[in-house]
């Protein structure tokens, strides 16, 4: 994880919950992504307008009881920077090709990298500033929210330009401007890349859009500011979805809570408390031998 304040890029185990590693990177890093071989962490630094590519390196020790065991023990160094736009901001890893994505809030760009030379290979510009981005797995289009636009672009990758531009349904008249005129924030496309959910943060709702003709199919009411969207695989034995495969988690910044939706009904069927503010979301699913 990422640790604003501090500059740093913090290292976890996920069983004792310790910290194992720390590297410091830059100036208020943000959302870090992952090579698919585990062997770098591609850094957007806010405070500097680059990406610190961290090399993770991992040493085997034994521990001092040999009923201990043997631990791991990380040493994270940061190998290069390279300079991008303008406040970066979120990145992604491209499921076929592995290509690292990095997007430039006020660079109004994604910068595509080969991370097996961990180099900076093209850019695509857009009409605004970037905010989250949603990329099909077979890297051909990225669905893309901007600043100040209740609404989404949609990037052809490969032509690397933007190629269409949609709009959400009119907001009520007298819709208070958003935080940063942030109108639209998550972006999620179903898990078979038939719909694009798409969260407007002022009109307190997600609309639902076909793919590829980007036609409007459903609006579901949500709490206050929905933030972030995350799919998750939904067990035979749960009781609260009774139709479809998966659940859509949204968080809803304003409203202090997640809610689940049933995509196949398109309605919200659970609402968790969970204090003020909460964000982006990743959703954990056990496999269950029930």
């Known amino acids: 994880m990422t640790v604003e304040e501090t500059g740093e890029l913090v290292i976890v185990d996920a069983r004792s919950h310790k910290v194992l590693g720390r590297a410091s990177v830059g100036k208020q890093p943000n959302q870090l992504t992952l090579t698919q ?3 770098f962490a591609y850094v957007p630094l806010r405070g500097e307008a680059q990406v ?16 201990e065991g043997m631990e791991i023990v990380p040493h994270p160094r ?6 991008i736009g303008a406040w970066p901001h979120n990145s ?9 994505y990095v997007t430039s809030f006020l660079g109004k760009k994604i910068h595509v990298f080969d991370p097996r030379k961990n180099e ?10 970037v905010r989250p981005v949603a990329l099909t797995r077979d890297e051909s289009r990225a669905y893309v929210a901007l600043s100040d636009f209740h609404g989404f672009v ?3 990758i490969p032509q690397r ?11 009520p008249a007298g819709t208070p401007e958003p935080f940063l005129k942030t109108y639209v924030h998550g972006l999620a496309l179903s898990p078979d890349e038939r719909e694009l959910w ?9 609309y639902v859009y076909s793919l590829p003709e980007l036609k409007l199919q459903a609006k579901v009411p949500t709490g206050k500011f929905p933030h972030w969207l995350a799919w998750q695989p939904r067990r035979e034995h749960a009781s609260n979805v009774k139709a479809g495969d998966w659940v859509l988690w949204v968080s809803q910044t304003e409203s202090g809570q997640v809610s689940a939706v049933d995509p196949s009904t398109r309605k919200v069927v659970a609402d968790i408390p969970t204090g003020p503010g909460p964000k982006r979301i990743v959703v954990y699913s056990a496999r269950s031998n029930e």
């Open 52 to 67: 610190a590519i961290v090399e993770l390196e991992f040493e085997v020790k034994a521990r001092p009881s040999a009923r």
């Open 198 to 206: 798409v969260t407007s943060c002022a009109g307190a709702a997600l």
């Open 154 to 156: 949609v990037a052809d």
């Open 37 to 39: 071989d585990g062997q």
């Open 120 to 129: 900076l290979l093209f850019e695509i510009e857009f009409p605004g500033e």
């Open 78 to 83: 940061v190998v290069k920077r390279v300079p």
């Open 92 to 100: 992604y890893t491209g499921e076929t090709s592995a290509r690292i």
């Open 161 to 171: 330009k933007v190629v269409a531009r949609v709009e959400l349904p009119p907001l």
